[in-house]
């Protein structure tokens, strides 16, 4: 086996062996997924350029858990600060008819700041595009599936919205009543909605923050540690304190090396 195979074996293991049932939870399964430094940060400072610290045997790991899941959720921070495309462009196979997938990207935007020159949109509209005009080669290309963006009723530009549904965009609107949107009712419509059977929660830090406070919600935590300290940043955590009580810790707990980085994986429990 090589080593995309190896990795795509370790996680069906991990997904085969998980109690999860579809048909009796009102979410999708879910997959709280980061890669941070050694000491703790999963970002340089807000407003610089991405980091990388996974090494390319992780990132090859990331790329194939997208492959898995149905859809890949962020907050619109990290939208933001790094552009990510969140597709499986290190899979072999991808963009030449291979047996992957794209997983469908979901963004925490209550305001709907979601930039209309980021690369998820513009990869949506060159993919349709090839796709409409049988340009040479579409039918090889690896799916890419139109962002669906959650909003919070009254607090985002409908112009704006009116602008990304014609381009296909799903918007949802929520009743928001405090800040940040109810993460439960986001999963519910994911399931009920979209048929979204799974979701990998990639991040950032507040997304992060939000599933551990509601950690009932995760099935699986997989975290990369990088061999790297960088000394300040953003961590996993995001800023302020946490009452310990309100976190969960890991149960049937697995760790295993990809080149220089640890991969911890775990199931998060409150007992
Ligand atoms: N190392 C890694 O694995 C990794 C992965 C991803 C990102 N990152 C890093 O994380 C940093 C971004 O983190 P961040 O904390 O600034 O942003 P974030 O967690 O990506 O997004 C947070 C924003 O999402 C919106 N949101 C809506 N509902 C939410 C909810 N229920 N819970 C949390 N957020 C909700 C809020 O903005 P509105 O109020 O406008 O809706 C909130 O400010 C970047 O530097 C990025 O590089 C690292």
Same mark, same amino acid.
């Given at each position: 086996?090589?080593?995309?195979?190896?990795?795509?074996?370790?996680?069906?293991?991990?997904?085969?062996?998980?109690?999860?049932?579809?048909?009796?939870?009102? #979410?999708? /399964?879910?997959? +709280?997924?980061?890669? $941070?430094?050694?000491? &703790?940060?999963?970002?340089?400072?807000?407003?610089? =350029? @991405?980091?990388?610290?996974?090494?390319?045997?992780?990132?090859?790991?990331?790329?194939?858990?997208?492959?898995?899941?149905?859809?890949?959720?962020?907050?619109?921070?990290?939208?933001?600060?790094?552009?990510?495309?969140?597709?499986?462009?290190?899979?072999?196979?991808?963009?030449?008819?291979?047996?992957?997938?794209?997983?469908?990207?979901?963004?925490?935007?209550?305001?709907?700041?979601?930039?209309?020159?980021?690369?998820?949109?513009?990869? #949506?509209? /060159?993919?349709? +595009?090839?796709?409409? $005009?049988?340009?040479? &080669?579409?039918?090889?290309?690896?799916?890419?599936? =139109? @962002?669906?963006?959650?909003?919070?009723?009254?607090?985002?530009?409908?112009?704006?919205?009116?602008?990304?549904?014609?381009?296909?965009?799903?918007?949802?609107?929520?009743?928001?009543?405090?800040?940040?949107?109810?993460?439960?009712?986001?999963?519910?419509?994911?399931?009920?909605?979209?048929?979204?059977?799974?979701?990998?929660?990639?991040?950032?830090?507040?997304?992060?923050?939000?599933?551990?406070?509601?950690?009932?919600?995760?099935?699986?935590?997989?975290?990369?540690?990088?061999?790297?300290?960088?000394?300040?940043?953003?961590?996993?955590?995001?800023?302020?304190?946490?009452?310990?009580?309100?976190?969960?810790?890991?149960?049937?707990?697995?760790?295993?090396?990809?080149?220089?980085?640890?991969?911890?994986?775990?199931?998060?429990?409150?007992?």
């Amino acid at each position: 086996m090589n080593q995309e195979e190896k990795i795509k074996y370790l996680l069906e293991e991990i997904y085969n062996n998980s109690n999860f049932n579809f048909d009796k939870s009102p #979410y999708p /399964e879910v997959t +709280l997924t980061y890669a $941070q430094t050694l000491d &703790g940060f999963i970002s340089g400072m807000p407003n610089t =350029p @991405p980091l990388l610290i996974s090494g390319k045997e992780s990132m090859l790991m990331t790329h194939c858990l997208r492959n898995k899941n149905d859809a890949i959720m962020i907050g619109i921070g990290t939208l933001l600060n790094d552009n990510p495309q969140l597709n499986v462009r290190q899979l072999s196979g991808f963009n030449n008819g291979g047996d992957v997938r794209n997983p469908q990207p979901v963004i925490l935007d209550t305001k709907l700041r979601f930039p209309l020159n980021c690369k998820l949109l513009n990869n #949506y509209k /060159e993919y349709k +595009l090839n796709v409409e $005009q049988k340009i040479n &080669g579409y039918e090889k290309l690896t799916e890419i599936k =139109p @962002p669906i963006i959650f909003v919070a009723e009254g607090l985002y530009d409908l112009k704006k919205a009116k602008i990304l549904k014609d381009y296909g965009i799903k918007i949802n609107e929520i009743k928001c009543n405090g800040s940040q949107l109810d993460i439960s009712k986001v999963l519910e419509i994911l399931k009920s909605t979209y048929n979204i059977r799974n979701v990998m929660v990639e991040g950032g830090a507040q997304v992060i923050r939000s599933f551990l406070m509601n950690s009932q919600i995760i099935q699986h935590i997989i975290i990369t540690i990088g061999p790297l300290y960088i000394g300040n940043g953003v961590k996993a955590l995001g800023f302020g304190d946490i009452e310990k009580n309100s976190l969960p810790h890991l149960e049937h707990v697995q760790s295993l090396t990809l080149g220089q980085d640890i991969i911890v994986i775990g199931k998060p429990t409150m007992s």
